[in-house]
């Protein structure tokens, strides 16, 4: 399988080589790494990048004790990333793309704005079995139980994924003896971040930003991953709203 390692946080990000380790060791074979030069988080699945005379920038990288595995910075979103890599941009397009490890959480329906996520709805848009995973921390700490826990993530995704569709792993920033397991989530109603909008005038709005705490007493991905358990939710990209009547809908102007 041709697989792709992609990530929001940049190329130098830690969870980036993490993520990258853990697919070296796993029965994946014949792996790439392509990842932002610059961090991206919030990019969605936006597909921007730093073109000159129609040509992408791309540097060649090297991870942290990887050094057999290709490694390009592309200046670029990793929705962008994905979308060109489906399109051969660097080799074969990949059958497996792995996004992340996200610096921070990725649950409820927040995820419509993180580009780990998008970057991996992309490739799952484009037939790839693919899997998004966040560690729950800005700055974290645990990245053995984010090890460990991506790996038996990964060994489902190949064993039962589904192309088209994304394995969503939050992970949360604890000593791997204290983390309670992992379970199967539904998404929360929001995110882990909301938006306050404060004063405003003709030229500017002034933007804060505030952590939400989940509700506990639910098994949503936000509410498990605050009790201690890593989640896996299975999201699909966009599809059409077919319970919605359009009968009445005018067909002439």
């Known amino acids: 399988m041709r697989t792709l390692i992609t990530n929001d946080d940049g190329v130098d990000s830690r969870g980036l080589s993490v993520l990258a380790t853990v697919a070296n060791t796993s029965s994946l074979d014949d792996i790439h790494v392509a990842a932002p030069h610059t961090e991206c988080s919030g990019s969605s699945a936006s597909l921007y990048g730093r073109e000159e005379y129609g040509r992408l920038s791309i540097s060649p ?80 700490h645990h990245w053995d139980t984010a090890e460990a826990v991506t790996a038996r993530a990964l060994d489902w995704l190949l064993a039962h994924g589904t192309p088209g569709t994304v394995l969503n792993i939050n992970i949360p920033d604890l000593p791997l003896s204290q983390l309670r397991g992992l379970r199967a989530a539904s998404l929360a109603a929001s995110g882990a971040v909301q938006a306050d909008i404060g004063e405003t005038g003709d030229d500017f709005v002034t933007i804060s930003y505030s952590e939400v705490e989940p509700d506990q007493s639910v098994d949503t991905d936000a509410g498990l991953l605050a009790r201690g358990w890593a989640t896996a939710t299975v999201l699909r990209g966009p599809c059409p709203a077919d319970d919605v009547d359009l009968a009445a809908f005018p067909t002439a102007l």
């Open 61 to 140: 990288r090297e991870l942290p004790g990887l050094p057999e595995l290709g490694v390009r910075a592309v200046e670029a979103s990793p929705a962008l990333i994905a979308f060109v890599a489906a399109h051969g941009a660097f080799g074969p397009p990949p059958t497996v793309v792995l996004s992340g490890i996200n610096h921070g959480p990725n649950t409820g329906r927040a995820i419509l704005h993180s580009g780990t996520v998008g970057a991996a709805l992309t490739a799952a848009a484009h037939g790839a079995l693919a899997m998004a995973v966040s560690l729950a921390a800005a700055d974290p």
